[in-house]
């Protein structure tokens, strides 16, 4: 497997396990919150699906993800005794360093996939843009970066 499938297949297994966790977010959250959580597994969706539409044709099979419900599991029961801005600290946290190995893992990737690796980029650059709005107390345009994503792509 070339360096870069390997970096397509991290994505993929990323994304797998982010919509994973956002989706079980929302089945906890209020109606409110759940639709939010339920925007962000969207993204995860949509990203994941893009990633394995070139891993197919690249030649390379789309990777299960079997460990990854699991794991989105115990995160929800881990950060469902936190509060809403405490949630999106974490959100932050983690979408942050996320992007900052996404940025070095596309510099990695050849001239053909630059494309691909701009959209992984501006998702993550959205779930943080999200985390942020949440936490500055500006929830009624938190999605905004997010349908700008979305209706992007």
Do not use: N
């Not at 966790?21 to 409110?32: I, R, S, V």
């Not at 949509?46 to 990633?51: E, G, N, S």
Request: proline share 6%; net charge negative; charged share 30%.
């Amino acid at each position: 497997m070339s360096d870069a499938d390997a970096v397509l297949v991290d994505w993929y297994t990323g994304e797998i396990g982010g919509e994973a966790l956002f989706w079980g977010m929302a089945e906890a959250a209020e109606p409110e919150r759940s639709r939010k959580w339920l925007a962000l597994a969207e993204v995860e969706s949509r990203v994941a699906r893009r990633l394995a539409e070139t891993l197919h044709a690249r030649g390379r099979p789309i990777p299960e993800c079997p460990e990854q419900p699991g794991i989105a599991r115990a995160r929800c029961v881990e950060l469902a005794g936190k509060t809403w801005p405490e949630q999106m600290q974490w959100l932050k946290e983690i979408a942050v360093d996320a992007l900052r190995e996404m940025r070095v893992d596309a510099g990695t990737l050849p001239e053909s996939l630059g494309p691909l690796g701009e959209f992984v980029l501006a998702h993550e650059i959205a779930l943080v843009d999200f985390a942020q709005s949440e936490l500055d107390g500006r929830g009624q345009v938190s999605l905004q970066p997010i349908r700008e994503f979305v209706s992007r792509r």
